[in-house]
T-cell receptor
Framework: KNQVEQSPQSLIILEGKNCTLQ??????????LRWYKQDTGRGPVSLTI?????NTKSNGRYTATLDADTKQSSLHITASQLSDSASYIC????????????FGTGTRLTVIP | DGGITQSPKYLFRKEGQNVTLSCEQN?????MYWYRQDPGQGLRLIYY???????QKGDIAEGYSVSREKKESFPLTVTSAQKNPTAFYLC??????????????FGDGTRLSIL
């Protein structure tokens, strides 16, 4: 069964600290993995997309890693800011199937001053 | 600026009433999607459209209907047959169906509640 699991469910960190969010998946055959940021009451915004051959991709203070062998990804946030408070959603795309996107339930990050 | 506009931001439905959620995009994207987001769950696909005048059921289409008469518009109707319609509804688009490495662009959602 194709699944995407994220951990932790929620996380609270102090402003300026780093944090890492985890995503494990069982989606096969794998096409790509995406991380989205969703502010409260808003739609998700794409942060990164990684294909099978990519193991690291950065977008400013956000760095995503992918280990296609262990089917794990992480999103590392450096020097957190209050504006990083949001839900972060991992989405894995399969190569086949009419509905080929599988969504994680997200990690709710709160950055406090 | 190009993007996806969903309206209204908040919507209330009475028992037995149909309501329609609007989704408009000016990105010139062929593919459009409707998702439902509930607390503690991942996004679930309701309907998708690969191209104008075409649409397909997603995983949870029961109680919903859509139309795609224009490329830029993909309205979703929540019918009285949908027994648990309270949720956050997200519309999305992508350049082309079947382009896996292209991101989906999302609107800012409509929150539907039952009176």
């Amino acid at each position: 069964k194709n699944q995407v699991e994220q951990s932790p469910q929620s996380l609270i960190i102090l402003e300026g600290k780093n944090c890492t969010l985890q995503c494990n998946y069982t989606v096969s055959p794998f096409s790509n993995l995406r991380w989205y940021k969703q502010d409260t009451g808003r739609g998700p915004v794409s942060l990164t997309i990684m294909t099978f051959s990519e193991n690291t991709k950065s977008n400013g203070r956000y760095t995503a890693t992918l280990d296609a062998d262990t089917k794990q990804s992480s999103l590392h946030i450096t020097a957190s800011q209050l504006s990083d408070s949001a839900s972060y959603i991992c989405v894995v795309s399969a190569l086949t199937g009419a509905n080929n996107l599988f969504f994680g339930t997200g990690t709710r990050l709160t950055v406090i001053p | 600026d190009g993007g996806i506009t969903q309206s209204p931001k908040y919507l209330f439905r009475k028992e037995g009433q149909n309501v329609t959620l609007s989704c408009e995009q000016n990105l010139n994207h062929d593919a459009m999607y409707w998702y439902r987001q509930d607390p503690g769950q991942g996004l679930r696909l309701i309907y998708y459209s690969q191209i104008v005048n075409d649409f397909q059921k997603g995983d949870i289409a029961e109680g919903y209907s859509v139309s795609r008469e224009k490329k830029e518009s993909f309205p979703l109707t929540v019918t009285s047959a949908q027994k648990n319609p309270t949720a956050f509804y997200l519309c999305a688009s992508s350049i082309e169906w079947g382009q896996p490495n292209q991101p989906q662009h999302f609107g800012d959602g409509t929150r539907l509640s039952i009176l």
